[in-house]
């Protein structure tokens, strides 16, 4: 069974702090790794996309991936409350198009 | 900005009656896909669909669930005697054709909630 685990939160960080998400999976061939954002009651939104070794900046979130130890990771600079989400990480595996959901992590940011 | 639209956005059924959920995929998207989300839990893929058929599908998408695209533009998911336990979210999503730079970026519609009394 391929999984994909997180820290379920919530993680609390005040305004202007960088908040850290991870998570990791089992399924060694995977292959793309993707950060979503989940306002309650909302669909998912995608934030990130990650397909090698490394980070990958886009304005305030950082993505890294180590595949060598099968984690992903998120990093949010300067937090806004408006960043306050559910935030799922999602695999996909070499040769097949699912996305395989962790149960996601709860963010909140204090103002 | 291009997105996918979903209708409708609550559905109310009774047990065993049949629904239809509706998705308008991104339109040079050739990747189509279902994906539920049971109120507190995981969001869970269903089945993903290519060049008019099934490419992909779980083991929660058997008998009854059924997957068309009737024209060029609409998705649809078909419930056929829903039960309790197919209360849920309902996802559509699409995504570019595998082997482009976006390798398989998947974007949500709104969803669809699925409400069997």
């Known amino acids: 069974q391929k999984e994909v685990e997180q820290n379920s939160g919530p993680l609390s960080v005040p305004e202007g702090a960088i908040a850290s998400l991870n998570c990791t999976y089992s399924?060694?061939?995977?292959?793309?790794f993707f950060w979503y954002r989940q306002y309650s009651g909302k669909s998912p939104e995608l934030i990130m996309s990650?397909?090698?070794?490394g980070d990958k900046e886009d304005g305030r979130f950082t993505a890294q991936l180590n595949k060598a130890s099968q984690y992903v990771s998120l990093l949010i600079r300067d937090s806004q409350p408006s960043d306050s989400a559910t935030y799922l990480c999602?695999?996909?595996?070499?040769?097949?198009?699912?996305?395989?959901f962790g149960a996601g992590t709860i963010l909140r940011v204090k103002s | 900005e291009p997105e996918v639209t979903q209708t409708p956005s609550h559905q109310v059924t009774q047990m065993g009656q049949e629904v239809i959920l509706r998705c308008v995929p991104i339109?040079?998207?050739?990747?189509f896909y279902w994906y539920r989300q049971i109120l507190g839990q995981k969001v869970e893929f269903l089945v993903s669909?290519?060049?008019?058929?099934?490419?992909?599908k779980s083991e929660i998408f058997d008998d009854q669930f059924s997957v068309e695209r009737p024209d060029g533009s609409n998705f649809t998911l078909k419930i056929r005697s829903t039960k309790l336990e197919d209360s849920a979210m309902y996802f559509c999503?699409?995504?570019?054709?595998?082997?482009?730079?976006?390798?398989?970026?998947?974007?949500f519609g709104p969803g669809t909630r699925l409400t069997v009394l």
């Open positions: 669909f290519y060049n008019n058929e099934i490419s992909e």
């Open positions: 339109s040079n998207h050739l990747y």
């Open positions: 399924d060694r061939v995977s292959q793309s």
């Open positions: 990650i397909y090698s070794n």
């Open positions: 999503a699409s995504s570019e054709a595998l082997g482009s730079d976006l390798q398989g970026e998947q974007f």
């Open positions: 999602a695999v996909k595996s070499m040769g097949g198009n699912k996305l395989v």
